[in-house]
């Protein structure tokens, strides 16, 4: 009782230079000789009370620092925060020199492309919509698990960015035959669109949607507007004002989604894509995305719910953070 009362006074002292030298040689023996606070305690006579408090004076006094470094150029930090903030699975948050579209979807799209090839394994059932950071995404990889891969929206946007594209890369480099939809992500009326869904591949496809376990989505805005879905043919003007009206400000495939993460439902039946239901169905939904533009429709998806991981860039993170 004795000893420990005096261990605590020594303890409560400002740490002079021969304090410092014991600290320092208790830390040294703990994180660098991998030594336990036994075996220190039994080297040096010291109760494995005081070795625990010195071990604790080495962090407080700065004696001892931990710094979390990536030489990979993924901000740990920030993927933490991030992380911990919308309760993620997945968050990789990573630097990038610009904020101009291209080089943000070709390092973004890349760094989904090895987060996919780290967690992707034979027995998973790979979704995927469209997008321009997907379509970075599978040009930047080079091997995948023998798994299925499955189209989980139409059409969109420029032939290199649709999702047919996307799964004619992946599928090839996965060596497998991918499961497609030949058809624009919105028609003109839902009579068209059932009539769409009734098709035999498409049927066949859409029927593939509960087998899925790993998906990647691409997240498009609609305030500011940078969306794909917001440019197709089938959405006139006053379509899309009654949306943005309606609150719409992003776009997960074709799920619509407001500010507060609420999901707008007004044209699912024009939609040849999968339901919201089915995107909470999938154990892991990804997605990569970032940039200003961005930003405000990131935060939506995420406030939604649909998301267990985000591949983003930090100046985007640092906003979602913000925010």
């Not at 004795?2 to 303890?11: A, G, N, P, V, W």
């Not at 304090?19 to 039994?42: D, F, P, S």
């Not at 925060?81 to 919308?86: H, I, N």
């Not at 999901?263 to 699912?268: A, E, K, R």
Request: hydrophobic fraction near 40%.
């Amino acid at each position: 009782m004795l000893k420990s009362i005096q261990e605590e006074m020594f303890m409560a002292q400002a740490p002079g230079p021969g304090r410092q030298v014991q600290i320092a040689y208790i830390a040294t023996q703990h994180y660098l000789q991998n030594k336990t606070r036994v075996e220190i305690a039994n080297e040096t006579g010291l109760s494995r009370f005081k070795v625990g408090r010195l071990l604790d004076e080495a962090m407080s006094s700065g004696i001892v620092r931990i710094d979390i470094q990536s030489p990979s150029g993924v901000r740990l930090d920030l993927s933490v925060q991030l992380k911990e903030r919308f309760a993620l699975q997945h968050s990789i948050v990573v630097d990038v020199p610009s904020e101009a579209d291209d080089v943000l979807q070709a390092k973004l799209g890349a760094t989904a492309g090895d987060l996919l090839s780290e967690i992707l394994t034979d027995n998973d059932v790979l979704g995927l919509t469209s997008g321009r950071t997907l379509s970075a995404m599978a040009r930047s990889l080079s091997s995948l698990p023998k798994c299925d891969v499955v189209q989980l929206a139409g059409v969109a946007g420029p032939i290199q960015e649709t999702g047919l594209e996307i799964m004619r890369r992946i599928s090839t480099i996965a060596g497998v035959r991918p499961w497609t939809i030949y058809s624009p992500l919105v028609m003109s009326d839902a009579q068209t669109a059932l009539g769409v869904r009734r098709q035999p591949d498409t049927s066949q496809t859409f029927e593939q949607f509960p087998r899925v376990t790993i998906a990647v989505g691409a997240i498009g805005s609609w305030k500011p507007e940078n969306s794909q879905m917001m440019k197709n043919r089938a959405l006139d003007p006053a379509d899309r004002e009654k949306l943005l009206a309606r609150g719409v400000v992003a776009e997960f495939g074709a799920t619509l989604i407001t500010d507060t993460g609420d999901v707008i439902h007004d044209i699912d039946d024009r939609c040849i894509a999968i339901s919201e239901q089915q995107w909470r169905a999938i154990p892991t939904v990804l997605a990569a995305a970032g940039g200003a533009t961005k930003t405000r429709a990131i935060r939506a998806v995420l406030a939604s719910g649909l998301l267990h991981g985000l591949v983003t860039d930090s100046a985007t993170a640092e906003r979602l953070l913000g925010g």
